[in-house]
């Protein structure tokens, strides 16, 4: 049974540009979140799909966005961007959101801007 | 060997030493902390959770224990081996609605041989 898979693994953007990041979540799971982890810190949330709506919402501007397919596969878009944006994106998928049914993480997309 | 998390980002230990990492939490609303693993290269790996209305909780060759009056949660690992090197977060959450955890800074765990 495969896991969460997210593509590319690496992924390298000059400042300005725009990307895309992909998630496709565990078998049976329904609800998808995603999460910036810089370098030496704790993943950061940055909004949360369900039902192909934005659940959730962290303290990212608006520059990310998201979208949530019938199959519940996932995307990150990152517009303009800037060095700062250089991290491991994870994408986590679980069924209705919940815990205890399972919250498990992708291995990321590490995207560097220069 | 004992580590506060954010401010001993690293804890060094012999293989078959006992581990502790201590970790502060943030908001006193919370009520499900979750400790995770996270190799190099992978995601964060779930280890072990406790609800707020417990004090410890075991696992096979862990231990995490909540200190509700002080917001202070530890991981303690046993006979420590060295695929037990990664770095150890722990989140909190507040029930109620989806799961999302807040994850602290997180700690290094290097087991030397």
């Known amino acids: 049974d495969a896991g969460v898979t997210q593509s590319p693994t690496h992924l390298i953007k000059t400042r300005g540009q725009q990307v895309t990041l992909r998630c496709s979540p565990k078998?049976?799971?329904?609800?998808v979140s995603w999460y910036q982890q810089a370098l030496g810190q704790g993943p950061q949330f940055i909004f949360q799909?369900?039902?192909?709506?934005?659940?959730q919402r962290g303290n990212f501007p608006d520059r990310f966005s998201g979208h949530q397919f019938p199959n519940y596969s996932s995307e990150l878009n990152v517009n303009a961007l800037l060095l700062g944006d250089s991290a491991l994106y994870l994408c986590?998928?679980?069924?209705?959101?919940?815990?205890?049914?399972?919250?498990?993480f992708g291995s990321g997309t590490r995207l560097t801007v220069v | 060997g004992e580590s506060v998390g954010l401010h001993l980002p690293t804890l060094s230990v012999q293989e078959g030493d006992n581990s502790i990492i201590n970790c502060a939490y943030s908001?006193?609303?919370?009520?499900?902390f979750i400790w995770y693993k996270q190799e190099s290269g992978k995601g964060p790996q779930f280890i072990i959770d406790i609800r707020s209305n417990m004090d410890k909780r075991q696992g096979q060759r862990v231990t995490v224990l909540l200190n509700k009056t002080v917001k202070h949660l530890s991981l303690q690992i046993a006979a420590t081996q060295p695929g037990d090197s990664a770095v150890y977060f722990c989140a909190e959450n507040i029930q109620g609605g989806s799961y999302i955890p807040t994850f602290g800074r997180g700690t290094s765990l290097i087991v030397h041989p």
């Open positions: 078998s049976g799971h329904d609800t």
């Open positions: 799909y369900y039902e192909e709506e934005e659940r």
């Open positions: 908001n006193s609303a919370s009520d499900y």
């Open positions: 986590a998928s679980s069924l209705s959101g919940r815990a205890d049914y399972g919250y498990t």
